[in-house]
Nanobody, 114 residues
Framework: QVQLVESGGDLVQAGGSLRLSCAAS????????MGWYRRAPGQRDLVARI??????MYADSAKGRFTISRDGELNTVYLLMTGLKSEDTGVYYC?????????WGQGTQVSVSS
């Protein structure tokens, strides 16, 4: 059973920074890709994703402000969020894909006050 545990969500002022962490119960290089998603009505929108080979992709709203990274020794994926805006507020989920199966964490709340 794959487990993904997020942490790092908090209440911050606009312009501030946060680093989210996603600790996986298995080797993160066993997944095709891992990423961060924000809950939207009826779906989860991609924020940032990193592939097993290290390539990254970002939502347009995240480009230039957010950085996804990973630590293979800790089996952890991070999302550094800078220049936070009120519209970044939401529940952020860590997701991982392996062999066409998606795994999700429980989510962590990010709240940005203006």
């Amino acid at each position: 059973q794959v487990q993904l545990v997020e942490s790092g969500g908090d209440l911050v002022q606009a312009g501030g920074s946060l680093r989210l962490s996603c600790a996986a119960s298995e080797n993160i290089f066993d997944f095709n890709h891992m990423g961060w998603y924000r809950r939207a009505p009826g779906q989860r929108d991609l924020v940032a994703r990193i592939s097993v080979g290290g390539s990254t992709m970002y939502a347009d709203s995240a480009k230039g402000r957010f950085t996804i990274s990973r630590d293979g020794e800790l089996n952890t994926v991070y999302l550094l969020m800078t220049g936070l805006k009120s519209e970044d507020t939401g529940v952020y989920y860590c997701g991982a894909n392996r062999l066409s199966t998606d795994y999700w964490g429980q989510g962590t709340q990010v709240s940005v006050s203006s």
